[in-house]
């Protein structure tokens, strides 16, 4: 009887594996300047002209909303990935911007005093951009630094509304300085799939790599 159980437990345990393994497949994207990270396989991989609406879409609004638009700087949309079904649930946005706007050591040493203003610069930023494409900040969290593949990161967390919903959504944007660099990466989910989204998308931060 044990090693029944044994071999029935062996055979039940390859088998959930493997379908765990079949459902939850992620593939590595290999981006420029030695950047790679992890997504979902099954998820839609945007192409070079809808990447070109995004950055125009950003400028607009801006503009709209009378925020200096900074176009000395040099920003490669690396990547940009939506969950399906559509109407997408959950986005992931990685960029590369140069010059460097604040380094690594100036993360480290960055005071809460430091972090509260770089919060009311962003709130003010934000409200106006939001409302120049029709949507609403809700909240913004207090930024902070958090360490991405050993290296410190300033997080700038918001939720804003859906123009096309009632649904609010969580927003949270990664600047890691590396080198003459700045990796920016942008997660966002629905809030009404929290369950659903959240995991996916702490894992696709943590195998962000450079």
């Known amino acids: 009887p044990t ?53 125009a879409s950003a400028e607009g609004a801006a503009r709209v909303a009378g925020i200096d638009y900074e176009i000395s700087q040099d920003k490669s949309r690396l990547i940009a990935i ?23 050591a100036e993360l480290r040493s960055a005071s809460s005093q430091d972090l509260k203003e770089v919060e009311a610069e962003f709130r ?20 902070r630094i958090e360490m991405v593949n050993d290296s410190p990161s300033l997080v700038l967390e918001y939720r804003r509304s859906d123009p096309h919903s009632s649904l609010p959504w969580t927003v949270k944007q990664y600047k890691i300085p590396v080198g003459n660099k700045l990796i ?16 996916i998308l702490e894992y696709v931060k943590q195998s962000l790599r450079f």
């Open 124 to 143: 003010e930023v934000m409200l106006k951009s939001m409302a120049s494409m029709g949507a609403k900040l809700l909240t913004v969290s207090t930024p």
């Open 184 to 199: 920016e990466m942008t997660i966002s989910y629905r809030e009404s799939d929290t369950a659903i989204w959240k995991p």
């Open 3 to 55: 090693l029944l159980i044994s071999i029935l437990f062996a055979v039940l345990t390859v088998t959930v594996n493997s379908a765990i393994a079949g459902d939850t497949s992620y593939r590595r994207f290999s981006l420029k300047d030695g950047i790679s990270v992890e997504a979902p396989s099954h998820w839609l991989v945007h192409g070079d002209s809808e990447k070109k609406n995004f950055a």
């Open 82 to 104: 939506s969950a399906l079904p559509i109407p997408s649930g959950a986005k992931i946005r990685i960029n590369l911007i140069r010059p460097l706007p604040f380094s690594s």
